[in-house]
């Protein structure tokens, strides 16, 4: 079975992503709607069967348009979440710099917090335990499927599946926005 994961449409620059409410801007509904004309007219070659989403706006949008195009309902799932960057979600880059000065992603320490969010290392523990047990479920399911979520979320899953220790200071390849990358999973 084949399992793509696909990072979400473009949402607005300037702003602190993580958990925020940010929706995809124009060039992020344009990039979903020529993905999902492209899934619709090749849906031979992907027969994708089920369609996954992390909850947060950018994503879901992501996944409903091609939801719409392909007919399957999305299947919300939290677990998926980009790390939680807690009181910088969705400031813009000016006022977190002012109410944060050099709290920047890269530089967390590995137990070290956004401010009410996550470390790295609680993003990379609720990233690594909801993948083993989204590929358990999808395996049983044995169906093609998408998964919409987030950049940082993908990194952790390619870190896991190349073998290599995950660290949010190292870079486990380049996903940019309605890229897909696909897996093949073994039952």
Known sequence: MILFL??????ADGFRGGWSDLSLDGIGREQSAVLAEHFAHKQREYHIKRIYSSDLPRAMQTAGI???ALHIPVISKSEFREVNNGALAGLD??????????????RLEWNECYPNGESPRT????ISSAWR????????????ALLVTHGGVIQIILSILKGEAWSNKKNFGSVSCCDIVKLEIMR
Do not use: M, Q
Not at 133 to 144: I, P, S
């Open 123 to 126: 993003f990379y523990e609720r």
């Open 66 to 68: 091609i939801s719409d």
């Open 133 to 144: 047990a989204f590929v358990v479920d999808v395996c049983r399911d044995g169906k093609n």
């Open 6 to 11: 696909l990072r979400h449409g473009h949402e």
């Open 93 to 106: 880059n000016d006022t977190a710099e002012k109410l944060y000065p050099g709290l920047y992603w890269k």
